[in-house]
Structures are given as structure tokens and as C-alpha cells.
């Protein structure tokens, strides 16, 4: 009789242990019907990539000393006056291990600022280009007429070949992501800005011949992570270069990109026929798109002739650059190997000058009127 009372009720906590394994199944992606319903609901995105103008990278930007609340009331303010309605904005898991409270009470401060100008903010979580040894403190001064001398890549080379920092990683992510996941402030979590970036221009002798090899497991993990405290905003990453023309052509990493990405968001810095042709290509997954980088005006990738296919088919669009200022974006890539002496005949990249007024009046006057609600 014993024995079969004990038999019992090990059953009874087998059962009991089965029961809770099955309620801690970690999140899953979001289901395309849940995507669209989410981005129904959501008026057309439009803003740009945004540092501000008095930063040279995101580590300045955030960091408590050079944390410029000014600056960022002034410049939202003038995205707003033009319609803009959201911003793409990059953080650092350096950011995180250095003062994680202050970083989020930074990070609760600009959402305040934003909110009063109706701007969302997608925040950005990894990202792999530029200069992959950053450093906390103070950053260098921008080398002269170089495109982006001082932006600083999240995790750098260091971290990226130590899985033993994965831990602080997944903290930084966990951590973060939590602290915001029911905050309607934020449109959306980018989790790794183009994570196999070889930067072949600007630090291609000093990069990792295989960081794909490196990335792949880490971006995986990533969104893992970021699910697992499960936010009420879509997690995404974008596509930015290769074939998009069907799965079988997409590269490994791209292919995870997509098959993670609760939306889907891409980056082109090309002319409107290849928009047009990258759009269709990816509407095969019936999901939201999101473009997350696109506008270099030399490349005839403008706000006139990209802006309107974004509004036909209720693209997001995120141009890169904004102001005027310490990242230099209004240089073109190639200042990394050419000299320039003064600022371009045409600026590759931004809206504004530093003292607020349209580097295009033009072209302000244009965006406003495409985002301008009937």
C-alpha cells in the first residue's frame, strides 16, 4: 500500500515537473498575421538614423558627461517640424557594463524628449561596422572630411572572439530590452545592424577574415535573448547586401536575419528601379517592411525618388543622417580614401546644418508634404 502511494505521487510530480517545463517554452517568433495586425495599427514610419550632432559615436552620445539633452530637443524638434515620426538610434553593450543604471535613466530621458516631439524610437542593440576597438571614456575628435571617422562597432573584436563574454552580452540584451519591453515609446528593437559587415573601406586590414563565422552563433543567441523577456515590440534585423531573389540565394546569415525578424527590414542605398525590384522581392513574406538605411544622394538614392515607393506600399523609412555634425555622414564613403578638402559639392548623407536650417530647402519642404496627414 505504501509502495503504491509512493508510485503515485512520483507520477504526480513527473507530471507536475512536464507541466512547468511546458510553460517556460521560450517565446516564439511572431506569427505574420500578429506582425501585420501590429503594423495596421501604426501610422507610416518615417525618421531617420539619429546621433546627435554634438556626438562622434554612439558611446558619446550616451555617455554621462557628454550626454547633450539640448541637442536632442533642438534636433527632434526639427525632425517633427518636417513630419518625421520615429528615429533609428544606436546603443553600445560597453554603455551597459559601464553604468547600466545610468544608461537606462539616459535612455528614459531621451524617450521623454522624443515622446513630447510624437517621435518613436527603434532602438538599435549590436552593430558591426566601423571601427571594431572601441573604448569607453573620451572619444577621439573626427579626423577632417572623413565619413564616420570615430563610430565604434557593439561588441568590438575583442568580445566578439571570447564566448566568454557571451554572459555580459545576454545580460546587456536581457537587461535592456526588459527594462523597456512594454513601452509603446519604442516602435522597435533592431538587435544586430548589419552583423557581417567586413568594413573593407575603412578597417578591412584590421578586421576578421571570418567574423561571419563569429557573428552567426552570436546573432542567433541574440534574438533569443531579446525574445526571451518578451517585448511587446517586434524584434527585426536588416538585410543589406547579397541576392535577395529567393531563399536559396540568400547567404546564411541573411537567411537567419529573415527567419528570426518578426518584421522585416532591409537597407538600400540604391536607385528607385532596384528599390521597386528589392521590395517585391522581399513581400514574398507577407510580413511588414521596414527599410532601415537608404538615401546617399550621389547614388540617386534621394528623398524624392525613394520617399513615394516607401508611401505606395507603407514601407518604414529610416534614411541615414540627420544633422550636420561630429559624424561627418554629409562626406561620402569614399573620404576614406580620398582626400577632401571642404565639404562636398553634394552631401552624401543628413538633412540639416548645424545651425538648424535645410542643407535643401527643397527637399525638407518634400518630405513634409509627403508625410502630411489628409
Known amino acids: 500500500m505504501q509502495r503504491s502511494l509512493l508510485l503515485i505521487l512520483l507520477a504526480a510530480a513527473l507530471g507536475s515537473c512536464g507541466t512547468t517545463e511546458q510553460k517556460t517554452t521560450a517565446p516564439e517568433k511572431w506569427s505574420a498575421e500578429k506582425a501585420n495586425e501590429w503594423y495596421a495599427r501604426q501610422d507610416w514610419p518615417v525618421g531617420a538614423n539619429y546621433i546627435t550632432s554634438s556626438a562622434i559615436n554612439q558611446l558619446e552620445m ?9 541637442a536632442i530637443n533642438t534636433e527632434l ?22 553604468d547600466s543604471a545610468g544608461l537606462f535613466n539616459r535612455m528614459e530621458t531621451f524617450l521623454q524628449i522624443a515622446s ?22 573620451k572619444q577621439r575628435d573626427p579626423k577632417p572630411h572623413v565619413h564616420n571617422s570615430g563610430w565604434v562597432q557593439s561588441p568590438g573584436i575583442k568580445v566578439l572572439t571570447d564566448s566568454t563574454q557571451y554572459p555580459r552580452l545576454e545580460a546587456y540584451v536581457k537587461n535592456t530590452v526588459k527594462r523597456f519591453a512594454q513601452d509603446d515609446r ?21 578586421e576578421l577574415e ?35 531573389t529567393s531563399d536559396s540565394t540568400l547567404s546564411p546569415i541573411a537567411r537567419l536575419m529573415i527567419e528570426e525578424s518578426d ?16 521590395v517585391q522581392q522581399l513581400q514574398r513574406y507577407q510580413r511588414p517592411l521596414l527599410c532601415t538605411e537608404y538615401m546617399a544622394r550621389p547614388r540617386q538614392s534621394t528623398f524624392q525618388s525613394i520617399l513615394p515607393i516607401f508611401r505606395k506600399h507603407k514601407i518604414a523609412a529610416y534614411n541615414w543622417g540627420f544633422a550636420e555634425g561630429k559624424s561627418q555622414t554629409n562626406y561620402p564613403w569614399d ?18 546644418r548645424k545651425d538648424g536650417t535645410p542643407y535643401i530647402q527643397e527637399e525638407v519642404d518634400f518630405i513634409k508634404q509627403l508625410t502630411s496627414k489628409e
Not at 513630447?116 to 538599435?124: E, K, L, P, T
Not at 518584421?263 to 528589392?278: G, P
Open 335 to 352: 573620404s576614406w580614401k580620398k582626400t577632401y578638402t571642404a565639404e562636398p559639392e553634394l552631401w552624401f548623407h543628413d538633412i540639416f
Open 210 to 244: 571570418n567574423k561571419s563565422d563569429y557573428v552567426l552563433p552570436l546573432l542567433r543567441k541574440t534574438f533569443e535573448w531579446a525574445r526571451a523577456v518578451q517585448p511587446e515590440q517586434p524584434l527585426t534585423t536588416g538585410i543589406w547586401t547579397g541576392d535577395w
Open 77 to 98: 524638434g526639427h525632425a517633427a517640424s518636417i513630419g518625421m515620426n520615429t528615429m533609428r538610434v544606436f546603443l553600445h553593450d560597453l554603455l551597459y557594463e559601464q
Open 186 to 206: 519604442i516602435i522597435c528593437w533592431d538587435v544586430w545592424n548589419e552583423p557581417d559587415n567586413p568594413n573593407v573601406s575603412a578597417y578591412g586590414h584590421v
Open 116 to 137: 513630447r516631439h510624437n517621435i518613436s524610437i527603434m532602438f538599435v542593440l549590436f552593430d558591426s561596422v566601423w571601427d571594431p576597438f572601441p573604448a569607453l571614456g
Open 62 to 70: 550616451w555617455q554621462a558627461e557628454t550626454f547633450d539633452t539640448a
Open 263 to 278: 518584421v522585416i527590414s532591409f537597407h538600400t542605398y540604391d536607385d528607385s528601379l532596384s528599390v521597386e525590384q528589392k
